[in-house]
């Protein structure tokens, strides 16, 4: 078994060269298809997998949730990946892909495994109109080097998933908790940048609810051009980028560049590196969060809790240890 400094080794190698590891799937064929398209899912949120266990219905379970299974004493909810995606397996549903989000464990029946892949995230786009699936793709991976003519998968919105399928009890964003206003000067704003349309409205609302001005990007590259845009207006001013930004808030996986990049970016340039760097990601689990301060980022947040994504960002803005 691997330790955990072996795992971090492992992708500190990986995410220095803005790479990842794919998990590629399928489900089926959507209505109209005539073949089975390949869908992603990022490694190092892959607990395990394993064949079809028993599942254990449950009275009046939500749609799509076909009832919970026990592995290895834990007893983790299972969700038809297949119908959310309105897709049909010509087999059955074989495989449990079994994963880690927001530190919540759940399982994901799927019709069969293909590969993992290595990639770069320059191979990743984001996914627009169509391609995005009404909100349950976040990107499209191009998997060969011929982009000309290269195989595609769908990398799948996760989160969007999970809260449409398990939508939470409790209101996610409220007043009493937020707690209280951040103090920010005039023109300073916190620059978040998440490829998820779900995360990035629950960020919204959290900033909106503690008054603080902000800039919202889709991407790590979006937000590294968005900081040079930045630099160039404070330049024009006799000011600093550190005026202007109080902060910058980075989701991980992200399509063309990922956040351990634009984190090492910003602490590469000494125009930047004073910015404070907050990780806000679904990638939980201490590996993961031992591996972000190897990046340099100055705090880590799981997704989604509203009360500790304010009270890192106040402590981070007041100049407080995160």
Known sequence: MKSVQQEIDERTALTANNKFELMLFRLGRAAGADHSDLYGINVFKLREIVAMPTINSIANSPPHVLG??????????????????????????????????????????????????RLEWSQVRPAVGAAAGNGTVTSIAQLDTDVHNTRLAQVLDVEQILRSVLPPKDEDVSPEKVGPQVSLSDDSFILAADDSASARMLIEQSLQ???????????????????????????KEGRTVRDKVAMVL????????????LTRNIKGDPRFQSIPVVIHSSLSGSTNEQHVKSVGANGYVAKFNAEELTGIIRRIVSGAPA
């Open 250 to 261: 980075s989701d991980l996986e992200m399509p063309e560049m990922d956040g351990f990049t």
């Open 68 to 117: 919970v299974v026990n592995v290895r004493g834990q007893i983790i909810t299972v969700i038809d990946l297949p119908s959310v995606l309105g897709c049909t397996p010509a087999t059955g549903l074989n495989i449990l892909l079994i994963t880690e989000y927001a530190r919540t464990t759940q399982a994901f029946a799927v019709e069969a495994v293909d590969e993992i892949v």
């Open 209 to 235: 609810a503690i008054g603080a001005k902000y800039v919202m990007t889709k991407s790590g590259k979006e937000a590294w051009e968005r900081l040079h845009d930045i630099a160039e207006e404070a330049a």
